[in-house]
């Protein structure tokens, strides 16, 4: 099992839906990132965050600290969010490096 | 563009050579990580320096690799007698180094593909 498990694995919705990512883990963790990678590789740090939520724009993210759990949320979405979207964490006991989820595949039809 | 440049973008060679990656951090960053990215699959962390200092490794890194940032700055990665299981995205980040946990800023990978 994964310390980084995420879902759903795809996602698929029509423009203007409000989209929502699940991030559980199974370590203790200092803090969790949430990334955006398109097709080409390229990744972009979206948040990160040890507590509580935070916004920017249209994108949420929220953690639960001790149900060890972290959702993303995208508001009024668009075909420009298609994208694979990664959550991730610095472990207690490994501070510096970060371990990944599987990504999520988002595709937004317009 | 993060800031964070990869070369080459792509590399395939084949079975048994030897390739050699480099990553250059934003000037100012004095963390950089090494990732790799297979298919499908989120990424998994290989090494990662503070300035010169190599602090971490993963057991993912055999033998036949070998990272080194020599001067702080620019960072290379080798890999020695490649295997068709190499094949996959090398990515590298930075990060400025000031506090535990920070930002990282992603470069846009290196894909190799061994033959």
């Known amino acids: 099992k994964n310390e980084v498990e995420q879902s759903p694995q795809n996602l698929t919705a029509q423009e203007g839906e409000f989209i929502t990512i699940n991030c559980s883990y199974s370590?203790?963790?200092?803090?969790l990132h949430w990334l955006q990678q398109h097709p080409g590789g390229g990744i972009v740090s979206l948040f990160m965050?040890?507590?509580g939520k935070k916004k920017h724009g249209r994108l949420i993210a929220t953690i639960n600290i001790q149900e060890k759990h972290s959702s993303l949320h995208i508001t009024a979405s668009h075909p420009r969010d298609s994208a694979v979207y990664i959550c991730?964490?610095?472990?207690?006991?490994?501070?510096?490096?970060?371990?990944f989820g599987q990504g999520t595949r988002l595709t937004i039809n317009p | 563009d993060t800031g964070v440049s990869q070369d080459p973008r792509h590399k395939i060679t084949k079975r048994g050579q030897n390739v050699t990656f480099r990553c250059d951090p934003i000037?100012?960053?004095?963390?950089l990580y090494w990732y790799r990215q297979t298919l499908g699959q989120g990424p998994e962390f290989l090494t990662y320096?503070?300035?010169?200092?190599?602090?971490?490794k993963s057991r993912l890194l055999s033998d036949r690799f070998s990272a080194e940032r020599p001067k702080g700055s620019f960072s290379t990665l080798e890999i020695q007698r490649t295997e068709q299981g190499d094949s996959a995205m090398y990515l590298c980040?930075?990060?400025?180094?000031?506090?535990?946990?920070?930002?990282?800023?992603f470069g846009p990978g290196t894909r190799l593909l061994v033959l």
């Open positions: 980040a930075s990060s400025l180094g000031l506090r535990e946990q920070e930002t990282q800023y």
């Open positions: 370590v203790g963790i200092s803090a």
């Open positions: 965050l040890s507590s």
């Open positions: 991730a964490v610095h472990p207690f006991q490994g501070a510096q490096k970060l371990v």
């Open positions: 000037s100012e960053h004095n963390r």
């Open positions: 320096f503070q300035n010169e200092a190599q602090l971490e």
